[in-house]
C-alpha cells in the first residue's frame, strides 16, 4: 500500500503538532506549529561559507544541509518542549530548489515520518512562503490578496481559499530578489545582495529617476529595465570618469523596485474588494517596503499582514504552516515522493 494511502480517511486533529523541514537553498531549517501556534524555528545557515564564493555553491549546501539536519530537528523539538512521538505530521519541501540540497531535508522526513508512523506531507517552497503570514496572524482567514517577492518569484495573487488561489500578476523577466542580486553585484556588494542593498540604501537618497517599469498592463512586473538602467547609470559615471554615490544608486534602485510592489498589491486589493494584503518572500524583509506598504495599507483602508523578517526569508516555520493547510486537506505525500528543481507557481489565472 502508497503510504499516503495509509491516511486516507484520517480524523484531522484540530491543533497538530507538525514539524516543518526545509533545505531548498543554503538554509537547514526545522520547526514545529501545534495548529498556527508556532512552538519553534530554528534555521543553521551556510551563508557566511557561501558568501566566499559570491552565491550559494550547490555541493556545499548539501554537504552543510548532511552535517546540520539532524541538530536542527532535534534543536526544534527540544525548544518546543516535545517528544517526536507527539508529532502528527512532518511537513518537508520537496522543491523548488538545488536538488541535492532539497534530497537532504526530503530523505531526512521520510525516514523520520515513516519512523514515526504519521503522514509526510510534501510542501512547495514557494506556498510556505505564502503561507507564512498565517502564523503572523492567527486570525488571518482567506480571502485576501498575497504579495510575494521572493529570489525567483514576483506576483500578487488572489488567495480565495487555503487551497486555491489565482495568480494576477507576476514577473515577465527576473524576480524581485533577483534584481536586488544583480544590483547588489553592480555595486560590488556581497551575497546575498538584499540585505545589503537595504543597508547601503540608508546612507543614500532617492534621487536618481530609475525607470519604474512598464505602466499599465495589469498586475504583471519586469525587473529587467531597472537592472539594466542601473548598469548604464554607474558605467556611465565610470566611464566619463565623474563621482556617483553608490548609497544613492541603492537607494534610488530599492524605491523603483519596492514601490511597484506596493502599488500592485494595492491596486488589486482594491479592485478585488480584499481588506487584506499578505505579504510572503525574501524581499518582504526589507523595511523600506514593510513601511511603504503598510503605510499604503492604511491610507487606503486596509490591513497588511506581514510575517517577522525571519519569516520572510528561507525558514522550516512557513513549510509546517503550509503543511499544515495540506493536513486539514488530507494531501498527503508517498514515501516515493522526489526533489523538484522547478515548480511553475502556475499559470495566470484560476489554479
Ligand atoms: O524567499 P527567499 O529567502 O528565497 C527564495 O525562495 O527565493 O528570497 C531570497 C531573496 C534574495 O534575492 C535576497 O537578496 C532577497 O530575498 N532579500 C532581500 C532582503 N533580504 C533578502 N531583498 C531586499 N531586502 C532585504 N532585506
Ligand atoms: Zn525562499
Known amino acids: 500500500m502508497d503510504y499516503a494511502q495509509r491516511f486516507k480517511g484520517l480524523v484531522p486533529k484540530a491543533e497538530p503538532l507538525i514539524l516543518g523541514i526545509e533545505s531548498s537553498c543554503d538554509e537547514t531549517?526545522?520547526?514545529v506549529v501545534q495548529g498556527r501556534k508556532l512552538l519553534s524555528s530554528v534555521i543553521l545557515s551556510s551563508a557566511a561559507e557561501q558568501a566566499k564564493y559570491g552565491g550559494v555553491v550547490p555541493e556545499i549546501a548539501s554537504r552543510a544541509h548532511t552535517d546540520a539536519i539532524s541538530k536542527a530537528v532535534s534543536s526544534a523539538l527540544e525548544e518546543a518542549h516535545i517528544e517526536k512521538s507527539m508529532l502528527d505530521a512532518?511537513?518537508?519541501?520537496?522543491?523548488?530548489?538545488?536538488?541535492?540540497?532539497l534530497l537532504v531535508g526530503l530523505?531526512?522526513?521520510k525516514s523520520f515520518a515513516y519512523a514515526?508512523?504519521?503522514?509526510?506531507?510534501?510542501v512547495n517552497h514557494i506556498r510556505g512562503h505564502m503561507a507564512a503570514a498565517y502564523l503572523a496572524d492567527q486570525t488571518l482567514e482567506p480571502p485576501f490578496i498575497t504579495l510575494l517577492a521572493s529570489g525567483g518569484h514576483t506576483a500578487v495573487l488572489y488567495t480565495k481559499s487555503y487551497t486555491e488561489f489565482e495568480i494576477l500578476g507576476?514577473?515577465?523577466?527576473?524576480?524581485?530578489?533577483?534584481?536586488?542580486d544583480k544590483a547588489a553585484r553592480v555595486l560590488g556588494l556581497p551575497y546575498p545582495g538584499g540585505p545589503n542593498i537595504e543597508r547601503l540604501a540608508r546612507?543614500?537618497?532617492?534621487?536618481?529617476?530609475?525607470?519604474?517599469?512598464?505602466?499599465?498592463?495589469?498586475y504583471d512586473f519586469s525587473y529587467s529595465g531597472l537592472k539594466t538602467a542601473v548598469i548604464n547609470y554607474c558605467h556611465n559615471k565610470e566611464q566619463k570618469g565623474e563621482e556617483y554615490s553608490r548609497a544613492d544608486v541603492a537607494a534610488s534602485f530599492q524605491c523603483a523596485a519596492c514601490d511597484v510592489l506596493v502599488e500592485r498589491a494595492v491596486s488589486a486589493a482594491l479592485k478585488y474588494g480584499c481588506k487584506t494584503i499578505a505579504a510572503g518572500g525574501g524581499v518582504i524583509a526589507n523595511t523600506y517596503l514593510r513601511e511603504c506598504l503598510v503605510r499604503e495599507c492604511i491610507a487606503n483602508g486596509l490591513r497588511a499582514v506581514l510575517p517577522e523578517k525571519k519569516f520572510c526569508t528561507d525558514n522550516a516555520a512557513m513549510i509546517a504552516a503550509e503543511g499544515l493547510v495540506q493536513y486539514r486537506a488530507?494531501?498527503?505525500s508517498d514515501l516515493s515522493l522526489n526533489a523538484c528543481a522547478h515548480i511553475p507557481l502556475g499559470k495566470k489565472g484560476k489554479q
Open 29 to 31: 531549517a526545522a520547526a
Open 90 to 101: 512532518v511537513a518537508v519541501t520537496y522543491g523548488a530548489g538545488l536538488l541535492g540540497a
Open 107 to 109: 530523505s531526512f522526513a
Open 116 to 122: 514515526l508512523g504519521v503522514p509526510l506531507i510534501g
Open 170 to 180: 507576476s514577473t515577465r523577466d527576473d524576480a524581485a530578489g533577483e534584481a536586488m
Open 203 to 218: 546612507e543614500g537618497k532617492n534621487c536618481i529617476a530609475f525607470p519604474k517599469m512598464f505602466r499599465g498592463n495589469g
Open 330 to 332: 488530507g494531501n498527503f
